[in-house]
DNA sequence: ATGCTCGCTTGGAACGATCAAGCGATGGAG
DNA sequence: CTCCATCGCTTGATCGTTCCAAGCGAGCAT
């Protein structure tokens, strides 16, 4: 059944007006939009031609009601922190959005309403409103891995299972570690010998993760790390506490800090004391963040390959939603240092 | 029909499902959910407690195709650059995915790929896939904005439709000049008289809007304003630059700058000569991003409202997609400024 | 000439929700 | 007692697409 005739344009065409007008029938119509190889080369033109002059456009929520899929990959907002990793996120979303739209697929934003975090992903599951998840919240162990895998929800995950080295699920990490060791290296290789370290409490994997890059560094060269390494909150204030007490006590002509915040509170403990960053005392902070790039004389900073792994997570999920399904080994990608004036 | 008895539970269940399981019709189950005021009480609770019991959620693919509405709001991340304006985005992405979300829409991101930037809203908009857009790159005339209109698309604008006061679209902006006025009145209460203004060329609406706040306030109070300001890219090494010359020809105590970029590139030049910020002489920068925050002692900048932002768009998109339709009218809120060490 | 395969096309039936009309029971008015 | 409106729920049709199985003409071998 076509369109009445004398209808007002209002409604969008749909494929039995394409049919109709190519004279053929609806199914040929799907055909050449789906499966073009099955059709008669002039026929396949045909039907093309009917589509571009009615400026035709599958209906997506037919097609998502009859295949079962709706092209749409679930992200969730973590609650906003006013600064910490925020930075990379950005980046990291537009990196997402771009290589999953080449692929095909559209990223669909939620927020986790409130305390309970699962929230969001439920409604969203049950309502078969996303084929997919990229679970990016993964820093304290993941609640949700377990809890999608329960429910069979494909999801990648960017960061490591680190508490559950059994985790079935696709994931994408950026190591740290290496990224530390880079940093390390640069300023082993610039003279310096005692480098401090300005981390995250032990109970950050990450954190962890990180810190041991830097003592790696120095363990290989064998130079001494006790003594040069503080645990604190990830604030500049706390950077700066940290950076001025281990000056005192410890002399450190180097450091390398768990975040850009926290090396930011080394260059103000810097001015603080009329030393020259780059200079006097090297600083080197983690996640090249725009702060990173503005700051007067510039921040070395270790840059996370985040459109890398972008890549990588869209690969995995077309793998999960391919049929049949593959399920990609966990990928470690490498990041690089972004060296500035501060080092 | 209902499931088939011996069927594994990997289908989620169906509003015959519930029917079934609370002995009524698909109908009632429909109206539960939408219409919970139609039914008898007695029936209602019947019907929830299927609902609850089997874990129902309506399918959204099918719900879409009857009612014609996604419930999903397209918008556009405009092409990364690297630092410019960037910083305000991100907050409002996340207010927005907020406000929305508590509206019961979510948001779909989406990049027009390479030159053409309508591609991507065409794609959408005919496949049916968004309700409306949230358009945010007005800031040079906004060609989508004719567009969308021609094609019937609902859309809400962030920014103001400067070159074309007939537009007939709801917008929400904020007051740029009512954010460098009072920043400027902040300096004039200081005690500063020679106020400068840094912003950008003069084809730049936005820019001129800033402007427009500076020289106004300084006029009420019969300063000058000639020879104090300067029109320049919005880089940092551009302010950084222009802030020096105007040291040396007008010999302000303050600038006012059209960005936090720029306004980076005052703190800057007064670093390279001695000055200390806030105390010799003051700056102020617009956005309050996150450089602001933490740069040492802090750079003063006008904040925007975009939580107020996002909810009055969220409240303009709502009237757009109600029955009947209402176009809101513009709205222009006023940004507050945010007073750190730099002045 | 017959039968069979092959390649493309065709009508019918889902997918799971909402809309519009219908229908029996109840109750108040005439 | 009849009529009709109202209430509360049910029934059939429909949204636009893809899947399924059948149709059908041409080509080829027997």
Redesign the interface.
Known sequence: MSRIPGRVP?Q?PTLADVAELAGVSRQTVSNAVNNPELLRADTLVRVQEAIEEL????????R??RT?A?H?IGLR?NP?Q??TA??A???F??SL??TS??AGY??????G?GADPLAGYD?LL????VDAFVVTDTYLGNPQAAWLRER?APFVAFGRPWDDAEATHPWVDVDGAAGTELATRHLLDKGHERIAWIGWRKDSWIGQDRRAGWSRALKQRGLPTSGLASRVEDT?CSGREASAILLDEAQPSAFVCASD?LA?GV??TL?DRGLRPGEDVAGIGFDD???A????HGLTSVRQPLEDVAIQIVNALEGLLAHPPRVDPGILLTPTLAVRGSS
């Not at 559209?106 to 927020?111: D, E, G, K, Q, S």
């Not at 049950?126 to 409103?129: G, I």
């Open positions: 209002t969008p400026g035709y456009s599958p209906n997506r929520a037919a998502n009601l079962r709706s749409l907002m906003r006013e600064f925020n930075a996120m950005d980046r979303v537009h959005v771009e739209g080449e559209h990223v669909l934003l939620f927020t309403a409604d049950r309502s078969t409103a069979r500049i915040t930011m260059l103000h001015a963040s725009q702060v790039q503005v700051v007067r």
